[in-house]
């Protein structure tokens, strides 16, 4: 079974400093699909940042980078000069390559003045 | 584009009633989910369907079931409701390429049972 954890259940930065969350999971397969979601208040699903298992560069959205680690199952997020509108509920996801999409526990972020 | 479509937003239900929750999508894509948030929550998988006369469960599928007959519509139906299935409910779609694999969303229905 796929499993995605994320154990930081709340992570706190100050605004324009750098925060990075983490994220594991568990699979035995090789061609998966990884991916970061945010969910303000609003509980709109915003799609952050992806990552096919099958590139070995690290994906990169503007302030947000992954450091995605194959052989660790580790995907984590690196958010540069963070702004208060990044404050939100943060999901990891994982999507297998017949189509089954699982999503972690979440880390909300606050991001402070 | 519409993008996924979900209805209602709200509803009220009692105990021991059924209703459906109606979810479509137009941009072709052949995936299709169902998730369930409770509060402070992550997204729990129902059900997730792979193509029109394919589905197959997820995490906590009981009391739940669905189908889909065509590519654009995904209906999850709640049998006897229950208070354990306040929630809100996630429906969303994928393509099902090696690129552009992200899931796209609906709005959410809250649903409060009785």
């Known amino acids: 079974a796929q499993t995605v954890t994320q154990s930081q259940p709340e992570m706190s930065v100050q605004e324009a400093e750098t925060v990075t969350l983490s994220c594991t999971y568990d699979?035995?397969?090789?061609?998966?699909?990884l991916f970061w979601y945010k969910q303000p208040p609003s509980r709109q699903m915003i799609l952050v940042i992806r990552q096919e298992a099958y590139k070995q560069q690290n994906a990169t959205e503007n302030r947000f980078s992954v450091n995605f680690q194959k052989a660790a199952k580790s995907f984590s997020l690196k958010i540069s000069d963070s702004q208060l509108g990044d404050a939100a509920m943060y999901f990891c996801a994982y999507r297998n390559s017949y189509g089954k999409l699982t999503f972690g526990q979440g880390t909300i972020l606050t991001v402070h003045p | 584009n519409a993008g996924v479509t979900q209805t209602p937003k709200f509803r009220i239900l009692k105990i021991g009633q059924s209703m459906t929750l109606q979810c479509t999508q137009d941009?072709?894509?052949?995936?299709m989910y169902w998730y369930r948030q409770d509060p402070g929550m992550g997204l729990k998988l129902i059900y997730y369907s792979v193509g029109a006369g394919i589905t197959d469960k997820g995490e906590v599928p009981n009391g739940y079931n669905v189908s889909r007959s065509t590519t654009e519509d995904f209906p999850l139906r709640l049998e006897l409701a229950a208070p354990s299935q306040t929630s809100v409910y996630f429906c969303a779609s994928s393509y099902q390429g090696r690129t552009n694999t992200e899931a796209f969303f609906g709005q959410g229905t809250r649903l409060t049972v009785v």
């Open positions: 699979t035995s397969e090789s061609d998966y699909y």
């Open positions: 941009m072709n894509h052949n995936y």
